[in-house]
């Protein structure tokens, strides 16, 4: 069972970063492919980005892509998102992710969730 803590978040308005960390407490992380996504109240959660367990691969979803950067610090077992030129649509509560499969691009069916966290965008 991997676990897995969310950290950043909050308001920012049109045009400004935000930067969104996933801390993962299990020593095995580095061999998991990360993702992200996001959910509005009353609609789906719908991906973002993912990244390989190698972090040698990315993958973003076409509404951020060019915007948001996934990476990892597999030394401090942390994904991170970075958001910039946030619109706001991209209002959402954010979520990472992490699955053992070797799947990729992985944009669904991910096994270990973190809490959520919150990222609201004024117009």
């Known amino acids: 069972q991997v676990q897995l803590a969310q950290s950043g978040g909050g308001l920012v308005q049109t045009g400004g970063s935000l930067r969104l960390s996933c801390a993962a407490y299990d020593r095995t992380f580095s061999s998991y492919v990360a993702g992200w996504f996001r959910q509005v109240p009353g609609k789906e959660r719908e991906f973002v980005a993912a990244?390989?367990?190698?972090?040698?691969?990315?993958y973003y979803a076409d509404t951020v892509k060019g915007r948001f950067t996934i990476s990892r610090d597999n030394a401090k077992n942390t994904v991170y998102l970075q958001m910039n030129s946030l619109k706001p649509d991209d209002t959402a509560v954010y979520y990472c992710a992490a699955t053992s499969s070797r799947t990729w691009p992985r944009i669904s069916g991910y096994d270990y969730w973190g809490q959520g966290t919150e990222v609201t965008v004024s117009s």
């Open positions: 990244l390989r367990w190698s972090g040698d691969r990315t």
